[in-house]
């Protein structure tokens, strides 16, 4: 059968109404067939049975107010959720019945969903301490606190709330700011430690992840790196 490309053109962006759980959307057969493996791409593709409602709409008995989310992602191929969307595990088995295969794995994905208006801010803090091989008990050399982020309010809170720790802070970059401590008062870099982490944490962020590093560089001497890693969601600034 021959199909005039030109009727094609238009079948494919006519648009079609649907009735999804008594709520009416209206798109086109081309959002609607974005995914051809999907369940909505084998319907608008003739190859699954269609329900039509007393108005002709093509009818679908699932979460009609979900579905808000299932057609924008069919339209961008982004998940966009509010911040406060606590129906997480609802829209799992939408996507899971509609067979969205990759809504499925956005949804699956451990990676926070963050709305279009929002980005994360980050926060490294990193502890390096130089051990002495050979001493017994083990002598601690050098130790340096770093604190790396792109907000600047953070480090120039940092700066003026821990003035009595001035004197072990070294010059400040652009988007660091680092405390050393020598052999004779390493331990205040603990003290120190525990304060940071407690005024980042009162900022708004949260602990990511936390990792150890151990190197061995010189033949007198171990470096023990510990890093945390914190978030937190700030709105974009509008234009």
Same mark, same amino acid.
């Given at each position: $059968?021959?199909?005039? @490309?030109? +009727?094609?053109?238009? /079948? $494919? ?12 959307? =209206? ?11 999907? $369940?909505?791409?084998? $319907? ?8 039509? #409602? ?11 107010? !979900? ?13 966009? !959720?509010? !911040? ?6 609802? !829209? ?15 949804? @699956? ?8 208006? =929002? ?29 790396? =982020? ?9 700066? @003026? ?6 004197? &072990? /802070? /070294? ?15 390493? +331990? ?22 936390? *990792?150890?590093?151990? /190197? ?5 001497? @171990?470096?023990?790196?510990? &890093?945390?890693?914190?978030? *937190? ?5 509008? #234009?």
């Amino acid at each position: $059968m021959h199909v005039d @490309n030109g +009727h094609w053109g238009y /079948m $494919m962006t006519e648009p079609v109404t649907l009735n999804v759980g008594g709520h009416l959307y =209206t798109t086109s057969r081309s959002t609607l067939q974005r995914y051809p493996d999907s $369940m909505l791409g084998a $319907m608008f593709r003739g190859d699954f049975p269609s329900a039509r #409602d007393a108005h002709g709409n093509y009818f679908i008995d699932r979460d009609g107010p !979900l579905f808000r989310y299932i057609l924008n992602f069919l339209r961008t191929s982004e998940l966009t !959720l509010p !911040l406060d969307f606590k129906e997480t595990d609802l !829209l799992r088995k939408e996507a899971d019945f509609y067979q969205i295969e990759p809504l499925i794995q956005c949804l @699956n994905d451990p990676k926070p969903l963050h709305p279009l208006d =929002t980005f994360e801010q980050v926060v490294e803090l990193s502890s390096t301490r130089k051990l002495s091989k050979y001493s017994n008990p083990v002598a601690v050399i050098i130790t340096q606190l770093t604190i790396t =982020t792109k907000v600047h309010s953070l480090l120039e809170g940092i700066a @003026n709330s821990f003035t009595k720790w001035n004197k &072990h /802070m /070294m010059d400040t970059r652009d988007c660091q700011v680092s405390f050393t401590f020598g052999p004779c008062d390493y +331990h205040q870099e603990v003290s120190l430690r525990v304060h940071l982490i407690d005024y980042i944490t009162r900022q708004g962020f949260a602990i990511r992840n936390t *990792r150890v590093h151990h /190197m061995s560089e010189r033949a007198n001497e @171990n470096t023990v790196e510990h &890093h945390w890693t914190f978030c *937190r969601l700030a709105r974009k600034a509008e #234009d």
